[in-house]
Protein backbone atom coordinates (compact mmCIF):
# COMPACT_ATOMS: atom_id res chain seq x y z
CA UNK A 1 0.00 0.00 0.00
CA UNK A 2 0.87 3.65 -0.19
CA UNK A 3 -0.69 6.56 1.49
CA UNK A 4 -1.53 9.76 -0.01
CA UNK A 5 1.24 13.05 0.64
CA UNK A 6 -0.24 15.00 3.48
CA UNK A 7 0.31 17.98 0.61
CA UNK A 8 -1.64 16.15 -1.93
CA UNK A 9 -5.34 16.10 0.83
CA UNK A 10 -3.86 19.13 2.90
CA UNK A 11 -6.50 21.48 0.80
CA UNK A 12 -9.56 19.37 0.38
CA UNK A 13 -11.40 20.73 3.55
CA UNK A 14 -12.88 17.38 4.58
CA UNK A 15 -14.36 17.06 8.04
CA UNK A 16 -15.02 14.12 9.69
CA UNK A 17 -18.11 14.95 12.04
CA UNK A 18 -18.88 12.31 14.65
CA UNK A 19 -21.58 12.33 17.28
CA UNK A 20 -22.63 9.54 19.33
CA UNK A 21 -22.48 6.47 17.25
CA UNK A 22 -23.17 8.75 13.78
CA UNK A 23 -20.95 9.81 11.86
CA UNK A 24 -20.86 12.16 8.55
CA UNK A 25 -18.05 13.35 6.02
CA UNK A 26 -17.88 17.03 4.32
CA UNK A 27 -15.24 17.76 1.54
CA UNK A 28 -15.56 21.36 0.64
CA UNK A 29 -18.98 22.33 2.73
CA UNK A 30 -20.58 19.57 0.73
CA UNK A 31 -21.78 16.31 2.48
CA UNK A 32 -20.13 13.15 0.86
CA UNK A 33 -20.79 10.32 3.45
CA UNK A 34 -22.81 9.43 6.93
CA UNK A 35 -24.01 6.15 8.60
CA UNK A 36 -22.98 4.71 12.06
CA UNK A 37 -19.63 3.74 13.70
CA UNK A 38 -18.46 0.80 15.35
CA UNK A 39 -15.91 1.00 18.16
CA UNK A 40 -14.36 -2.12 19.16
CA UNK A 41 -11.88 -1.10 22.33
CA UNK A 42 -10.81 -4.43 23.06
CA UNK A 43 -9.20 -5.04 19.95
CA UNK A 44 -5.30 -4.59 19.79
CA UNK A 45 -5.17 -1.75 17.77
CA UNK A 46 -8.95 -1.21 18.49
CA UNK A 47 -11.16 -1.50 15.27
CA UNK A 48 -13.80 1.39 14.06
CA UNK A 49 -15.96 0.11 11.63
CA UNK A 50 -18.27 2.72 9.43
CA UNK A 51 -21.18 1.26 8.46
CA UNK A 52 -22.08 3.59 5.27
CA UNK A 53 -25.90 4.82 5.05
CA UNK A 54 -25.26 7.88 2.55
CA UNK A 55 -23.76 8.51 -0.61
CA UNK A 56 -22.20 6.49 -3.17
CA UNK A 57 -21.13 3.55 -0.87
CA UNK A 58 -24.68 3.31 1.06
CA UNK A 59 -25.02 -0.29 1.97
CA UNK A 60 -21.48 -0.77 2.22
CA UNK A 61 -18.83 -1.06 5.33
CA UNK A 62 -14.89 0.74 5.65
CA UNK A 63 -13.21 -1.82 8.33
CA UNK A 64 -11.03 0.23 9.89
CA UNK A 65 -7.83 0.52 13.04
CA UNK A 66 -7.61 3.55 15.01
CA UNK A 67 -5.02 5.44 17.16
CA UNK A 68 -4.45 8.71 19.00
CA UNK A 69 -1.23 9.81 18.70
CA UNK A 70 0.15 13.44 19.19
CA UNK A 71 -3.42 14.73 20.27
CA UNK A 72 -4.82 13.37 16.75
CA UNK A 73 -6.80 10.49 15.38
CA UNK A 74 -5.26 8.33 13.23
CA UNK A 75 -7.79 5.99 10.98
CA UNK A 76 -6.42 3.29 8.53
CA UNK A 77 -9.22 1.74 6.77
CA UNK A 78 -9.61 -0.58 4.15
CA UNK A 79 -11.25 0.18 0.81
CA UNK A 80 -14.70 -0.34 0.52
CA UNK A 81 -16.36 -4.09 1.58
CA UNK A 82 -12.33 -5.38 1.92
CA UNK A 83 -10.32 -7.04 5.01
CA UNK A 84 -9.42 -4.47 7.89
CA UNK A 85 -5.87 -3.13 7.63
CA UNK A 86 -3.69 -4.97 10.25
CA UNK A 87 -1.48 -2.24 10.87
CA UNK A 88 -0.95 1.43 10.30
CA UNK A 89 2.41 0.88 8.43
CA UNK A 90 1.93 1.12 4.92
CA UNK A 91 3.40 -2.20 4.14
CA UNK A 92 0.47 -3.65 6.34
CA UNK A 93 -2.46 -2.14 4.69
CA UNK A 94 -2.30 -2.60 1.00
CA UNK A 95 -5.52 -0.73 -0.57
CA UNK A 96 -5.92 0.91 2.72
CA UNK A 97 -6.08 5.18 3.58
CA UNK A 98 -4.69 6.76 6.09
CA UNK A 99 -6.58 9.76 7.73
CA UNK A 100 -4.89 12.23 10.48
CA UNK A 101 -8.01 13.99 12.25
CA UNK A 102 -7.56 17.23 14.56
CA UNK A 103 -9.98 17.66 17.27
CA UNK A 104 -12.08 20.97 16.18
CA UNK A 105 -12.32 23.69 18.51
Not at 1 to 26: L, N, R
Not at 29 to 45: F, H, N, R, S, Y
Not at 82 to 88: D, I, K
Request: hydrophobic share 30%.
Amino acid sequence: GSFDKPDDVSGAEIVFKIEGTSYSVTAGGKDVEGGTLTLDEKQTPPHLDQNVSSGPDAGKSHLGIVRFAEGRLEHCQGAIDQPRPSGFESENAAGASLAIFERAT
